[in-house]
């Protein structure tokens, strides 16, 4: 028969237990982004198993999907801020076919473009490679990517080009454009960040953080918001060294 004892246990020891917020925070988020995965893995499953006219909820569980994926998105952004602003990163810049890094981007969001009726186009030549970090710079296009979908009517355009020296990534749509406040400091978004306004989001910071990871003779990536372009939209423009 096992006992049941009421005293009170104590550290023995005598060593003071030191709780450390960050690690217990870092830890959480990457239990939250395991839980998040198991969870789109289901939804896809589903999604691609049953036809659309087949399934009366498919409409909600694709805009589920997006959400969820969303969120594992962010979660991954905070995990790598974290380890930015520790200088642990694992920065690991490699040469890059520019056509099949954006077309891979893109397909990851073709149900949800598909689901809203918005025609989105790459334009970039077949042959343009550029060395970054594929992981960071995945990250960006996909943010612009889901806030061009929020706002976009019909269109959104993604190209890639050579401009004096560097990469120049753009992500046009045709909505209403940026507000004003986020084109402050001439479209500068280092310059607009404002955590005590909060003028911009997780993704907008995390973004302009991994264009400025990257850099190259002296020389450092950088973002830049504008209204205009080819779609008459917001456009949301990286430069890479």
Request: net charge negative; hydrophobic share 40%.
């Amino acid at each position: 028969m096992i006992g049941i004892s009421n005293k009170k246990q104590t550290n023995t020891t005598n060593v003071p237990v030191v709780f450390n917020m960050a690690n217990f925070l870092v830890s959480s988020v990457h239990d939250m982004k395991n839980s998040v995965s198991m969870l789109i893995c289901g939804l896809d499953k589903v999604l691609t198993s049953a036809e659309a006219a087949e399934l009366s909820t498919h409409t909600e569980l694709v805009q589920m999907n997006h959400e969820a994926k969303r969120i594992n998105n962010r979660l991954i952004q905070l995990l790598t801020l974290y380890k930015l602003g520790q200088k642990i990163y694992p920065y690991d810049p490699q040469s890059v076919c520019l056509d099949d890094f954006l077309r891979t981007t893109a397909a990851q969001y073709a149900q949800l473009l598909k689901f809203r009726e918005i025609h989105l186009e790459v334009r970039v030549n077949p042959e343009l490679y550029w060395y970054f970090d594929e992981d960071l710079i995945s990250g960006v296009i996909g943010n612009a990517l889901n806030n061009a979908m929020r706002h976009a009517h019909h269109r959104i355009l993604i190209s890639a080009a050579e401009c004096e020296g560097k990469l120049m990534l753009r992500v046009e749509d045709d909505g209403g454009g940026y507000p004003a406040e986020l084109l402050e400091g001439n479209g500068n978004v280092m310059q607009s960040v404002d955590f005590h306004g909060g003028s911009t989001g997780l993704g907008l910071y995390f973004s302009a953080m991994a264009a400025r990871t990257h850099r190259n003779h002296g020389i450092q990536g950088d973002l830049y918001l504008e209204n205009g372009g080819s779609l008459q939209g917001a456009c949301f423009i990286l430069h890479l060294p």
